[in-house]
Protein backbone atom coordinates (compact mmCIF):
# COMPACT_ATOMS: atom_id res chain seq x y z
CA UNK A 1 0.00 0.00 0.00
CA UNK A 2 2.90 2.14 0.57
CA UNK A 3 4.04 1.74 -3.15
CA UNK A 4 0.62 2.75 -4.55
CA UNK A 5 0.45 5.66 -2.66
CA UNK A 6 4.10 6.80 -3.22
CA UNK A 7 3.09 6.74 -7.05
CA UNK A 8 0.11 8.90 -6.52
CA UNK A 9 2.17 11.48 -5.00
CA UNK A 10 4.42 11.38 -7.74
CA UNK A 11 1.62 10.96 -10.44
CA UNK A 12 0.10 14.16 -8.63
CA UNK A 13 3.28 16.12 -8.35
CA UNK A 14 3.63 15.41 -12.31
CA UNK A 15 0.19 16.87 -12.74
CA UNK A 16 0.72 20.12 -10.38
CA UNK A 17 3.75 20.74 -12.71
CA UNK A 18 1.70 20.70 -15.95
CA UNK A 19 -1.15 22.58 -14.78
CA UNK A 20 -3.79 19.98 -13.93
CA UNK A 21 -4.27 21.23 -10.25
CA UNK A 22 -7.64 19.28 -9.90
CA UNK A 23 -6.38 16.25 -11.00
CA UNK A 24 -3.25 16.80 -8.74
CA UNK A 25 -5.59 17.51 -5.46
CA UNK A 26 -7.49 14.76 -6.09
CA UNK A 27 -4.90 12.41 -6.56
CA UNK A 28 -2.59 14.29 -3.17
CA UNK A 29 -6.36 13.52 -1.10
CA UNK A 30 -6.15 10.09 -2.29
CA UNK A 31 -2.32 9.37 -1.31
CA UNK A 32 -2.77 10.91 1.51
CA UNK A 33 -5.85 8.59 2.77
CA UNK A 34 -4.23 5.12 1.43
CA UNK A 35 -0.68 6.67 3.11
CA UNK A 36 -2.97 7.20 6.53
CA UNK A 37 -4.60 3.36 6.31
CA UNK A 38 -1.13 1.74 5.35
CA UNK A 39 -0.12 3.12 8.15
CA UNK A 40 -2.46 1.88 10.27
CA UNK A 41 -2.69 -1.19 9.16
CA UNK A 42 1.41 -1.13 10.20
CA UNK A 43 0.74 -0.27 13.86
CA UNK A 44 -2.07 -2.53 14.33
CA UNK A 45 -0.06 -5.84 12.62
CA UNK A 46 2.98 -4.64 14.79
CA UNK A 47 1.12 -4.39 17.69
CA UNK A 48 -0.40 -8.05 16.63
CA UNK A 49 3.06 -9.72 15.93
CA UNK A 50 4.53 -8.52 19.19
CA UNK A 51 1.53 -9.98 21.32
CA UNK A 52 1.72 -13.22 19.40
CA UNK A 53 5.51 -13.19 19.55
CA UNK A 54 5.25 -12.57 23.65
CA UNK A 55 2.89 -15.47 24.28
CA UNK A 56 5.59 -17.86 22.67
CA UNK A 57 8.95 -16.93 24.52
CA UNK A 58 7.24 -16.05 27.97
Known amino acids: MYGWAFTLAIIALIA ?15 ALV ?5 LIGTVIFFVLGWKAAKKIVG
Open 16 to 30: AVLGFGGLAGGLANI
Open 34 to 38: IFVLA
